[in-house]
């Protein structure tokens, strides 16, 4: 499916002003988008610095359902600062945003951002990818009719966390990362996914894919014992990233 980035980049820019970067995510991101996917737009935007200094709480995150020619598109921004915050609290949601490959707009940002943010690449990661899929394995225990969509995002996401403590590099598409693992039954998966986002997958052994997510699980967290990432962000080089964009051009930072 391709994504006409550049109606998403006008339809992005419409209703939010100050945008500083805007990728996609969601299942375009990690590698199986159906026909009737919905798209998922990621970013940031930077207030005015009075909107930031007065009496009145500034609105920190935008979360819009919008519409590209039928296609529900859902954009959520967070302030430059918000986005920033979350950045040095090992949110692998967020990284994953700074590094998907799908840039709708703000490329010269990011490439700004992106060396500081692969710093911000922690062994605290495994945090976030242990308890997101932790939820999906949830989600996929209450369903009576297993789903492709939820089984794909549980398999994403550990072999994500994975990677990353591993190698230090935020991949998100499991066609990339399946490069390296090779479990054989991905490709039917994403094809079973594609051809009906939200249906069911008939005569599924739940029980084997259940303990073969435990077996993918403990490998998170030998990943994670024998990682050799950072145990911290370097926070104060993004506060000050942060003052920098906040400040008029000519203006010293204090240091």
Known sequence: MTLELDKLADLARAPVPGLRFITVSGAHLYGFP???????????YQLPLEDLIGLRRPVETRDLKLDLAGREVELVAHEVGKYLRLLCKHNGYVLEQVFSPLVVLGQEFLDRLRPLA????????????????QS??????????????????????V?????????GEVQSNIVELNRAFKLPFIDDLIA???AREHGGLSGLDFAWHRAELDRWEQRLGEAFEQSQLPEE?????????LVRLRLPDGVPVRN
């Open 192 to 194: 079973k996914k594609q």
């Open 159 to 167: 072999l994500t966390g994975i990677h990353l403590l591993r190698t």
């Open 118 to 133: 692969h710093r911000c690449v922690t062994r605290g990661c495994y945090r976030h990818y242990r308890g997101f899929l």
């Open 136 to 157: 999906q394995l949830q989600l996929l225990e209450k369903e009576e009719v297993k789903k492709a969509k939820t089984l794909l995002y549980a398999y994403r996401v």
């Open 34 to 44: 159906s026909e009737d996917s919905d798209i998922d737009l990621r970013g940031c």
């Open 233 to 241: 962000p370097p926070r104060d080089e993004v506060h000050e990233f």
